[in-house]
């Protein structure tokens, strides 16, 4: 059904999980139809930015502060990074290179874990 789905579908569909997943961590959630996005801020104030469009790109970014690079983001928007899951590709935390994603841009099988992500820290961390 993923790949089925407009643009407008998928954010509408990631916008019903969000608050499933990370529910009391959620500040605010803005749902945002004519920038094709969803704003979501959380209690520790990390920023979530979830974006599709409908030649089935996606991003899904994580802003942990406004310092340079202090964010991650998994995305599939160029497909130049040499990972074995091109054009699909993770940019870890401070880092500017990509690394291999288990994203697809299935916001079905996406937004839960990547709630799972945020709330276990995981991102957070800087290898």
């Known amino acids: 059904m993923g790949s089925k789905m407009s643009s407008l579908q998928k954010l509408d569909k990631a916008r019903m999980l969000l608050p499933q997943y990370l529910s009391i961590h959620l500040i605010s959630l803005n749902f945002e139809p004519k920038l094709a996005r969803i704003h979501?801020?959380?209690?520790?104030?990390?920023?979530?930015?979830?974006r599709y469009n409908n030649y089935g790109?996606?991003?899904?970014?994580?802003?942990?502060?406004?310092?340079?690079?202090?964010?991650?983001?998994?995305?599939?928007?160029?497909?130049r990074w040499e990972v074995s899951t091109r054009p699909?590709?993770?940019?870890?935390?401070?880092?500017?290179?990509?690394?291999?994603?288990?994203?697809?841009?299935?916001?079905?099988?996406?937004i839960p874990y990547l709630c799972e992500l945020v709330l276990s820290s995981k991102l957070y961390d800087i290898e």
């Not at 979501?40 to 979830?50: G, K, P, S, T």
């Not at 790109?57 to 497909?79: G, H």
């Not at 590709?89 to 996406?110: L, Q, V, W, Y």
């Open 57 to 79: 790109e996606y991003s899904y970014t994580i802003i942990f502060s406004k310092t340079s690079l202090d964010r991650c983001r998994f995305d599939n928007y160029d497909d």
């Open 40 to 50: 979501a801020i959380l209690r520790d104030n990390v920023q979530i930015y979830i």
């Open 88 to 110: 699909h590709h993770f940019h870890p935390r401070k880092k500017k290179e990509a690394i291999h994603s288990d994203m697809t841009g299935n916001p079905e099988e996406d």
